[in-house]
């Protein structure tokens, strides 16, 4: 009888063990999916820049390098975009290293908006 349950235990495992189950990779806390993408702010130059087009979450704002002058970052569907909204605006020095959550959603597009005496890095998150 034992002999008999093992039998037809080991026969099921074969077969299940023949079967391949896709699992999505894990990426530590994140979902597959869920990772965000990230950009850095120009050292100097153009004071209007798109991050993405159409809809997305901005994620964060991470400070490498601050500035002593302020920047936005707005809803818009173009760097002309004059019906744009602004999502955040980050004031003038930031604590170097610091993240600020932001966690919202745009429907139109991420722009970055900064003057020119901007001299900040920052990384920007989003999705």
Do not use: C, H, W
């Not at 074969?14 to 999505?24: E, F, M, R, T, W």
């Not at 964060?60 to 999502?87: H, Q």
């Amino acid at each position: 009888m034992k002999q008999k349950i093992i039998t037809i235990l080991l026969a099921i495992v074969a077969i299940l063990g023949g079967v391949n189950y896709a699992v999505s990779p894990k990426l530590g806390s994140i979902s597959d999916g869920g990772a965000y993408n990230s950009t850095t702010t120009p050292t100097i130059g153009a004071n209007v820049r798109m991050i993405k087009t159409g809809q997305g979450i901005l994620g964060s704002v991470v400070i490498g390098v601050t500035s002593a002058t302020t920047f936005e970052l707005r809803n818009a569907t173009s760097t002309t975009d004059i019906a744009s909204t602004t999502i955040v605006s980050i004031a003038a020095s930031p604590a170097i290293g610091s993240t600020m959550t932001v966690d919202a959603s745009f429907d139109r597009g991420l722009g970055i908006v900064f003057p020119d005496s901007f001299t900040g890095r920052y990384t920007i998150t989003y999705k």
